[in-house]
């Protein structure tokens, strides 16, 4: 598979900037880590794992976006946030993204700070507050979670990307002066289109995972289930 | 699962850079690329030292030149963010062969370009001489905490699973008369995706009960034995690379 850079690699914002949001990604981190302890189970342990390992492959799935020679991609912030909650979520994205800068030279690592205030602290939390919201708000059918799971997976990538056009706005190192606005448009636009395929697999993921073992859906356990949870199937789903 | 859960980078040879404890390359790599952000873009003899240092390590490595090369190629898509600011760009215009181009957008290009591509190599060399396995224990003697350390065991490990559910449902599918070409494959793989998720999952939980009855704790044995740290000695020896590289982002910066 070729795989390309696609997080916000060194130099391209500048060093302040950078290590603002280093410290404002470091501090969301500690939070994480204290919160995410106590979620931190014999059940959710594996789950983290796995939705770590899920997020870095479906992370190599790579729209670039030659107009503007930016890239795009799926973020897995919703799925990460559905699954193991917005803590552990966060960590996970967070996981994701140290490793891939660290060893795959995908994102520089003075970069980190950015990358993962976007796409760990920004895109979780989006995604976990449409979760919130839509959940109480629409009827508690498999229906109703896969339009959650869609929705909230589109608002957090599109709000992500805007974070880097904040970013570029706030450091960048070349100013773009008025294209800076067609960087905004390019990026929503290409990131709705990017939006909707991770709502997609976000949705389906979800609704089988749910409807086979809806104990590990961590956003459905702070709600009362609707229906007793069904005795897991044996010998795997197929 | 291969021995030492080796990654596709890493490169399976001894040499002085292997040898040395995973913690001490993760540091001096992280402070190598900080100091190569913080250079002035201006002071152009900065980065050709750069490049000396890294092809310094890189020969101590024994990594090749050609590898280092292709697997850059990740860095492409920044590499055409790069070539369109000059075009982008405001302020200040040359002329350059018939194009008007933007002084601060040639800056901004190169900035990214020799910035990014340092950085790149620099974690290229560390995941040749590393395998995934020593990242994490190195990022744990590094007082990574533990909850991310352990995230990050099972992420690099369920990879492997992952892989592997999904190849088994591929040939599941073809056996049933699939024909998955180009595309096309595409629609398959989508339809099976939240299978394949769980199917992964059930395999991996079984993994995670399997280490728990064996003993495991969240910590990775190697570490709570304390084998094999990092000496004084080692960390000197690692520390030459970032403390040349300060040493000229230091000198850069007097100088613009």
């Known amino acids: 598979m070729e795989t390309l850079a696609m997080h916000i690699s060194n130099g391209i914002i500048n060093g302040p900037v950078a290590a603002v949001f280093a410290a404002i990604a470091l501090a969301a981190m500690a939070l994480c880590v204290l919160r995410g302890r106590q979620d931190l189970d014999d059940r959710l342990a594996p789950m983290a794992g796995l939705v770590a390992a899920f997020i870095f492959a479906v992370q190599m799935l790579n729209f670039p976006i030659f107009t503007a020679g930016v890239s795009g991609h799926l973020l897995g912030g919703a799925l990460a946030a559905m699954l193991v909650g917005p803590w552990v979520g966060a960590l996970c994205v967070a996981v994701v993204l140290v490793v891939q800068a660290l060893v795959f030279g995908d994102g520089g690592v003075a970069m980190l700070g950015l990358n993962i205030t976007n796409m760990a602290v920004i ?19 498999m229906a109703g979670l896969s339009i959650t799971a869609f929705v909230s997976a589109l608002v957090s990538v599109v709000v992500a990307a805007m974070g880097f056009v904040l970013q570029y706005q706030l450091g960048g190192t070349t100013d773009l002066g008025g294209n800076l606005s067609g960087l905004a448009g390019t990026m929503a636009v290409s990131h709705l289109f990017i939006g909707v395929g991770e709502g997609l697999i976000t949705a389906t993921t979800v609704v089988t995972v749910a409807k086979v073992r809806p104990d590990l859906v961590y956003a459905l356990r702070a709600l009362k289930p609707a229906t007793p949870a069904p005795a897991p199937a044996l010998g795997g789903v197929r | 699962m291969a021995a030492g859960h080796a990654h596709v980078l890493y490169r399976e040879v001894d040499s002085p850079v292997h040898r040395l404890p995973p913690e001490v390359k993760i540091a001096a790599m ?5 100091a190569v952000v913080a250079t002035p873009r201006e002071a152009l003899w900065a980065f050709g030292a750069y490049a000396l240092l890294v092809v310094a390590v890189a020969v101590l490595a024994r990594v090749n030149a050609r590898w280092l090369l292709l697997r850059s190629t990740i860095e492409l898509p920044f590499v055409v963010f790069a070539v369109a600011l000059p075009f982008l760009g405001v302020g200040e215009r040359v002329d350059v062969a018939g194009l008007s181009l933007s002084v601060d957008g040639l800056y901004g290009a190169w900035n990214i370009v020799a910035k990014g591509t340092l950085g790149v190599w620099a ?16 990022l744990d003697r590094l007082r990574c905490p533990q909850i991310l350390t352990q995230i990050a065991t099972f992420m690099l490990r369920y990879l ?5 559910e999904a190849r088994r449902m591929r040939v599941a599918r073809i056996s049933r008369g699939d024909d998955p070409r180009f595309v096309w494959q595409l629609r398959g793989f989508a339809a099976g995706v939240g299978a394949l998720f769980l199917r992964a999952f059930e395999r991996g939980e079984r993994v995670y009960l399997a280490m728990l009855s064996r003993g495991y704790t969240g910590r990775m044995p190697a570490v709570w034995q304390g084998a094999g740290a990092a000496t004084t000695g080692q960390w000197l020896v690692a520390a030459t690379v970032p403390v040349l590289a300060g040493a000229v982002a230091a ?6």
């Open chain 2, 160 to 164: 492997d699973v992952l892989v592997g």
């Open chain 2, 251 to 256: 000198t850069a910066v007097v100088l613009t």
């Open chain 1, 123 to 141: 895109g979780i939390a989006v995604a976990y507050l449409v979760i919130a919201l839509l959940l109480r708000v629409l009827p508690r059918t």
């Open chain 2, 30 to 34: 992280v402070a190598f690329t900080i």
């Open chain 2, 123 to 138: 974690s290229l060399l560390l995941a040749a001489s590393t395998t995934t396995r020593d990242l994490i224990v190195g």
